[in-house]
């Protein structure tokens, strides 16, 4: 059996085994870095907000299919999400050896901000205290409180016993890079297909949408 644009079910099935053990083999890969290079043991939870982040494309996919977008577009979200994770995960390895010896750096985050946050995220994850403490008690290290929130939330239900900061660089990653697919039905819509692909590409190789989405800064979230 065949859908409107001539894929088989199998064909289908196949994608999906595919992108279900792509996704295994990066969270073992994560799992991997996050560990120090030493085990693979820290993986699950990586393998849990990668598929999270697979659904959230799916979803947004869904939401922008009236603009019919091609598939070269796919792949250009994928790769965004997949460099922005690359240089995350080279802040978090690197820094700590490279940097210029800060306490944010040398626990491996870029920014000062994102390292004062996300430690009082995972504090708040392995205590008793409710998630919703993020919105009252932490004024000083998230003006907000929505992603320490996230954070929280994402370390004490989804993250195992080890901080493993990368988890929220993936998520972060993830949104900067859907950036990509929302920009392209922008312009698509205002200028045409020229200036979407133009759009798509610009945000994609964007420095600072690559930095701000390879380090645990709310900023990936919102632009």
């Known amino acids: 059996m065949q859908d409107k644009n001539g894929i088989s079910t199998m064909k289908k099935v196949g994608f999906v085994v595919l992108g279900v053990a792509a996704i295994a083999a990066l969270a073992l890969l994560l799992g991997f870095a996050s560990t120090g290079f030493s085990t693979v043991q820290g993986w699950v939870p990586f393998l849990w907000v990668l598929l999270a982040s697979a659904i959230g494309l799916i979803a947004v996919w869904w939401l922008v299919a009236a603009e019919k977008p091609p598939l070269w577009l796919l792949t250009l979200v994928l790769a965004a999400g997949l460099l922005r994770l690359g240089v995350g995960t080279l802040w978090s390895v690197a820094l700590p050896v490279l940097g210029h010896g800060t306490p944010a750096e040398q626990s491996g985050y870029v920014m000062g901000d994102a390292a004062g946050r996300d430690k009082a995220a995972w504090k708040l994850a392995k ?16 003006q907000y409180g929505g992603l320490l929130f996230l954070s929280a939330a994402i370390y004490r239900y989804l993250g195992g016993e080890n901080h493993q900061t990368l988890l929220i660089v993936v998520i972060g990653a993830a949104c900067s890079a859907l950036a990509v697919l929302f920009s392209w039905a922008f312009a698509k819509r205002l200028w045409g297909d020229k200036a979407a692909v133009i759009a798509a590409w610009a945000v994609c190789l964007y420095p600072e949408a690559i930095l701000l989405g390879s380090s645990q800064m709310r900023e990936a979230f919102t632009i």
Do not use: G, I, Y
Request: no cysteine; net charge negative.
């Open 127 to 142: 205590s008793d205290q409710p998630l919703w403490n993020a919105f009252t008690d932490h004024r000083k290290v998230d």
